[in-house]
């Protein structure tokens, strides 16, 4: 069961959309971020003539919201043009391990949220953990390293 906040989050990535720069890939895709203190910000794909220069809309979210003082997380809501729910790509998966509790509720929207035949409105929840198992996070930096060279 959606909470207030989580539907709100929700919404904001479907807005968020509407503003995907998506000219090469015709793929537009809307995140947003639940923080802590119940502010939402949200987050939407630009692509690049160079494609390498292309941001997706996830990482977009989180620099936005690293960038305005936001760090502490409790949910993302992903969407897209695709009746289906659809993931963060592994580059996303991974900026988002640096800033996400692993338990971090993501919910994956389809385009045609909600669906009427379902329970969940045809939400898919993962969990951030879930999305990169025995993934490198900072942590990971801190571990002891064996000695090198003479």
């Known amino acids: 069961m959606l909470t207030d906040n989580h ?28 923080c802590a ?22 990482r977009t979210a989180v620099v936005k919201a690293v960038s ?6 409790t949910a993302l809501a992903v969407t897209s043009d695709v009746v289906a729910p659809i993931s963060p790509c592994g580059i996303c998966r991974q900026v988002l391990r640096e800033f996400c509790a692993s ?4 919910f994956l929207v389809p385009a045609d949220y909600p669906k009427k035949d379902t329970e ?19 942590e990971d930096l801190e571990l002891p390293k064996q000695p090198t060279g003479p």
């Open 7 to 34: 539907q709100r989050l929700i919404e904001a990535a479907i807005q968020a959309k509407e503003y995907a720069y998506a000219p090469y890939s015709k793929f537009r895709v809307g995140a947003a971020f639940l």
């Open 37 to 58: 203190d119940d502010t939402i910000v949200k987050g939407a794909n630009v692509e690049n003539a160079s494609w390498g220069g292309t941001i997706c809309a996830e």
């Open 68 to 73: 305005e003082g936001q760090k502490d997380f």
């Open 103 to 106: 338990d971090m509720p993501i």
């Open 120 to 138: 969940d409105g045809g939400i898919l929840e993962v969990t951030a953990g879930s999305l990169l198992p025995h993934s490198f996070g900072p």
